[in-house]
């Protein structure tokens, strides 16, 4: 009997421009779509067999920016996803999109596929931080995305927000949220910046061009963000997401519940609970490699102690927690001691709560998470 929820993740590596926090990779060679997205349907084709082992009831076009397909890719893509695994399994259909893309036509030509869930990467309601972020949109075309999806009929809307931005204050952040909630999203995204290698972003950091915001003011951005949410009626529910009732991501719970997941796509990333695979960060060599129907990811082999440790750092991101029952059937008796022996002077300073069987981050816990996660994990000395 087929019962695990598996994931199909679909990465478009294209953008207008590149936001100067991303390191995700992408292209703005749009002159390349074309043959991208017959590349996909050849990968697809090539790993039929892998569909064929749980049923996809999940689908997520990400990016990138999955908005600069037009309604021809899209019938190319959706044909080749329905010959390897069954329409009748998906549950939850998810694109990523810009709302510069959202005009109230392209809404309507999303509704003639699948998609029940849009992902809006709006980052902030304030010009001047998109023009930093460099992101290509205005306020105001993020708020009429938003109500074009309702008019079209598409109103399982997430917002992605981001905060923590260079000279932010707490009343702009509080500005955002109250924005935000008053468009009433079913679900909200919302990550501090962070300055990744490679990125302009970290270059302007190096340089002195820019400052980081000071820790006590994220925490308090941070807190507000809980505190804002949860009265509205909001389930945090992951640390940085928060749903209504019965909107939570599915796609993205099966990456923090240890779900398996195939990525298909230029530098898309799979997980079978044995290994983990990517494809190459290169369009042109992608699209080579599915001509001569040849794909050479990389491969990593996942051993007792990594899965362990992927187990507890995904498990504690989510409210329910880490389920020592789960953990003990899955890395055994002495494994789950350690986990416990490691927790406990979290759970006497009232970091973590051990409560029915599960250890979860309290309030508190959440802002400290990273120190936590890494004391529990697993370290083999003999390394």
């Known amino acids: 009997m087929r019962v695990i929820m598996a994931g199909l993740y679909i990465h478009i590596p294209f953008c207008k421009r590149r936001c100067v926090y991303c390191d995700f990779y992408s292209n703005t060679d749009m002159s390349l779509k074309n043959q991208y997205v017959e590349a996909l349907a050849c990968e697809m084709r090539a790993r039929r067999d892998e569909f064929l082992k749980e049923p ?46 959202l005009s109230l036509d392209y809404i309507r030509m999303l509704k003639r596929f699948p998609f029940n869930r849009i992902s809006i990467g709006v980052q902030s309601f304030f010009d001047a931080d998109l023009s930093f972020l460099n992101r290509r949109h205005t306020v105001a075309q993020a708020i009429e995305a938003v109500r074009n999806c309702r008019a079209a009929g598409l109103d399982n809307i997430s917002i992605d927000l981001m905060y923590g931005l260079p000279g932010q204050t707490l009343e702009q952040w509080n500005e955002n949220l109250s924005v935000a909630l008053h468009l009433k999203p079913r679900h909200l995204s919302c990550y501090h910046l962070t300055y990744e290698e490679g990125t302009t972003l970290y270059k302007r950091l190096r340089t002195g061009q820019i400052r980081e915001v000071n ?78 129907g040849e794909f050479n990811p990389e491969k990593e082999i996942i051993d007792e102690d990594t899965r362990y440790n992927d187990a507890v750092i995904t498990a504690l991101r989510t409210s329910e927690g880490l389920s020592l029952l789960r953990l003990e059937h899955c890395f055994g008796k002495e494994r789950t001691e350690y986990c416990v022996e490691q927790a406990k002077p979290f759970i006497a300073s009232g970091k973590l709560i051990l409560e029915n069987g599960n250890i979860r981050l309290s309030r508190s816990g959440i802002f400290v998470s990273d120190s936590i996660m890494s004391s529990l994990m697993f370290v083999d000395d003999k390394d």
Not at 69 to 86: A, G, K, P, Q
Not at 215 to 226: H, Y
């Open 215 to 292: 820790e006590e003011d994220s925490v308090a951005m941070f807190s507000l963000l809980i505190d804002r949410l949860r009265e509205a009626g909001y389930e945090h529910y992951e640390i940085s997401n928060f749903a209504l009732a019965g909107f939570r991501s599915q796609h993205n719970s099966s990456y923090w519940h240890d779900k398996p997941y195939i990525g298909i796509g230029a530098s898309a990333h799979s997980y079978n609970r044995q290994s983990r695979q990517w494809n190459v960060s290169d369009i042109r060599e992608y699209i080579r490699q599915a001509r001569i």
């Open 56 to 101: 996809v009831t999940t689908l997520y076009f990400g990016g990138g920016t999955p908005s600069q397909l037009d309604e021809s890719d899209f019938v190319r893509v959706f044909r080749v996803i329905s010959e390897v695994c069954s329409p009748s399994d998906w549950k939850e259909i998810t694109i990523e999109a810009n709302p510069d893309d």
